[in-house]
């Protein structure tokens, strides 16, 4: 029997072709049959369906991203503006925002399942008007205090927590043999606003006479009316989206939860770090560069690399590619140092954009392999698997978006420290090196529980 979902009545037909009615159990447009891996349903409507709800949700966290990330750039032009902060705590306004964000990943995550999908985008999409509101007014007053200034970009998190919920949702949409590249295109949707607000806010706020800065949360209005409005017109709710406290509280028992979600602080804790302490790092580091120009290309190129990332991975596995990944993003850090001490800004640029190629594509596989794992580890209950695999989701994006903070508060540290981004930079190697080894011993090592899977 086949369903269609609509606010308060669902058509039902059955084989014989009888159509009868049913009260919807909630409010709203529910779709309460879905079974993405049967291949006739997938065909007939699934795919339609779900890509009906995948492109919204690409949206509304495209603008979650750049919402997130609005005080990476907006930091570089305050002290031109009349603001008297320090470097490091113009670092704290980086960092803050990445902090919050990944905190509120989790309830995020708990919020499809309460309220749906479709309803929880509306509402988390209509959020994001308080951080951008609250950065046009403030920004428009040098004389805010640093501690106020504060509560305002920490405001800024509520951007990062639509990742979770987002990505958590479409999981349910999609059969698991095209999960790897339907997650990698909408988290490289989100993370593509990180290069976007990095590129448009320094041409918006400069825009004909003089510098306004508060046009860099202005310019987000409509488009964030506009995402809820979508939302609201073209997604749908799923019963099936059932991933619990209960499946959480299951899936944080579990060794492999931590282990990604370890791994994840890797990939994406490093992609979201790097981003939003890299328009800082050129002003500060190479002042004579033109931060507009330049900053936005990483972020940019690893939101590219995430989906063909996801999709390489649903090829080779997901475990082989990070691998790879973590072997490449070492190397750009070395590289990085070298150009630092040759004070070569090509070289430190080049270096830099080969680790967000790198990060970017291992945030694909990352996300691939979390399906993978927990259907090899919970055989014969697939339904189990993808609950806890959903929730796995949940806390490993919480965790990894944690780098967001630790990255540049280590770069401030640095900096504060010894005069030099360069210690940073080793410690991140090591971790990278401590990542492979982890990856390599748990998943592609002779003789492991899942050395023959297709993880």
Not at 40 to 60: C, D, H, Q, Y
Not at 75 to 99: C, E, H, I, N, R
Not at 262 to 267: M, N, S, V
Not at 430 to 439: D, E, N, R
């Amino acid at each position: 029997m086949t369903l269609e979902a609509g606010p308060e009545v669902a058509t039902t037909r059955d084989q014989t072709g009888t159509v009868g009615t049913v009260e919807a159990p909630r409010r709203g447009r529910w779709i309460d049959v879905w079974d993405p891996e049967d291949a006739t349903f997938w065909a007939e409507k699934g795919r339609a369906v779900a890509r009906r709800n995948l492109w919204p949700s690409i949206f509304a966290e495209f603008l979650g991203f750049s919402v997130w990330q609005l005080w990476s750039i907006v930091v570089v032009s305050m002290p031109k503006a009349g603001f008297t902060y320090t470097t490091d705590q113009l670092f704290w306004l980086v960092a803050l925002p990445s902090l919050v964000g990944a905190t509120l990943r989790l309830p995020y995550t708990f919020a499809v399942p309460k309220f749906g999908g479709r309803n929880w985008t509306i509402v988390s999409a209509s959020l994001l008007l308080v951080p951008t509101v609250g950065l046009s007014y403030f920004l428009t007053r040098p004389d805010t205090p640093f501690w106020l200034m504060v509560l305002v970009a920490a405001t800024a998190g509520a951007g990062g927590g639509n990742f979770a919920s987002s990505m958590t949702n479409i999981s349910f949409f999609y059969p698991e043999k095209e999960k790897g590249f339907a997650l990698g295109v909408n988290a490289a949707g989100g993370n593509l606003g990180v290069a976007v607000v990095q590129l448009v806010v320094p041409i918006v706020i400069v825009a004909g006479a003089g510098l306004t800065l508060n046009r860099a949360g202005l310019i987000w209005l409509p488009l964030i009316v506009l995402a809820a409005f979508w939302a609201w017109k073209s997604m749908a709710n799923l019963s099936a989206a059932t991933s619990s406290f209960r499946a959480s509280v299951a899936a944080a028992k579990r060794p492999q939860t931590w282990i990604i979600s370890f791994l994840y602080i890797g990939t994406f804790g490093s992609f979201i770090g790097f981003s939003a302490a890299f328009p800082l790092l050129i002003k500060t580091t190479f002042p004579a560069i033109t931060v507009a120009h330049i900053a936005f290309l990483g972020a940019l190129v690893g939101s590219v690399a995430r989906p063909f990332g996801g999709k390489l991975a649903d090829r080779v596995g997901g475990a082989w590619l990070t691998v790879c990944c973590f072997v490449v993003m070492g190397l750009g850090i070395l590289a990085s140092v070298v150009a630092l001490k040759a004070d070569s800004f090509a070289g430190f640029l080049i270096s830099f954009l080969f680790l967000f190629v790198a990060s970017g594509a291992a945030n694909g596989s990352v996300y691939r392999m979390i399906p993978a794992v927990f259907r090899v580890t919970t055989p014969g209950d697939p339904g189990r698997a993808r609950r806890e695999a959903a929730a796995c989701i949940g806390i490993a994006s919480a965790v990894g978006a944690y780098g967001g903070f630790l990255v540049p508060r280590g770069f401030a540290m640095s900096t504060s420290h010894f005069g030099s981004l360069i210690p940073a930079l080793y410690v991140f190697c090591g971790f990278y090196v401590i990542c492979l080894a982890v990856t390599y011993f748990c998943y592609l090592r002779k003789g492991g529980s899942l050395s023959r899977e297709h993880v």
